[in-house]
T-cell receptor
């Protein structure tokens, strides 16, 4: 089974802190994604990466950056956390191209609270 | 950008009743995926539809893709308490564009 793990289930940080959210997948997937999920707004794409050292902005990249130094790891960075970044953060991965299975595999999520 | 609209936002049913959620787009969709998220959980991929008019079944779940590929539906027959959660549709491309989901609650 594909496994996507995230470094923390719950995280509490203070305004202005630099925050690192880590995501690791064990299926050698090229594509990895970071979403945030908020009530009433659904899942919104922050950044994605289709290869090592490659990154693309999603719908809401402001205030975030990412790092993909190794294929299995995709990190989301909040350079200076703000209270409006309090949210559930979900990482996902998927295999490339037109394979039989194109669904994304999600990690368990990190619930971040910024005070 | 392209959006997929999902209705209803919430639905409450009695156990044994049927449930349907609809996903609509103003533009033609190349494909549609459906995900389920249990309370406190993460989205789990259910199925992908690609062909116009496609219908797929998974036990009590029936998924349809419209003839014009602008809408899709998920129908659950005889709901059970285990069906509780939020159902999302999404268009898959380089990344997923999600609808906002329909949250289903079931009372026994």
């Amino acid at each position: 089974d594909v496994k996507v793990t995230q470094s923390s289930r719950y995280l509490v940080k203070r305004t202005g802190e630099k925050v690192f959210l880590e995501c690791v997948q064990d299926m050698d997937h090229e594509n990895m994604f970071w979403y945030r999920q908020d009530p009433g707004l659904g899942l919104r794409l922050i950044y994605f990466s289709y290869d090592v050292k490659m990154k693309e902005k999603g719908d809401i990249p402001e205030g975030y950056s990412v790092s993909r130094e190794k294929k299995e790891r995709f990190s989301l960075i909040l350079e200076s956390a703000s209270t409006n970044q309090t949210s559930m953060y979900l990482c996902a991965s998927r295999p490339p191209g037109q394979g039989l299975f194109l669904g994304q595999f999600f990690g368990p999520g990190t619930r971040l609270t910024v005070l | 950008g392209q959006q997929v609209m999902q209705i209803p936002q919430y639905q409450h049913v009695q156990e044994g009743e049927d449930f349907t959620t609809y996903c609509n787009s103003s533009t033609t969709l190349s494909n549609i995926q459906w995900y389920k998220q249990r309370p406190g959980g993460h989205p789990v991929f259910l199925i992908q539809l690609v062909k116009s008019g496609e219908v797929k079944k998974q036990k009590r779940l029936t998924f349809q893709f419209g003839e014009a590929k602008k809408n899709s539906s998920l129908h659950i027959t005889a709901t059970q308490t285990t069906d509780v959660g939020t159902y999302f549709c999404a268009q898959a491309g380089t990344a997923l564009i999600f609808g906002k989901g329909t949250t289903l609650s079931v009372s026994s």
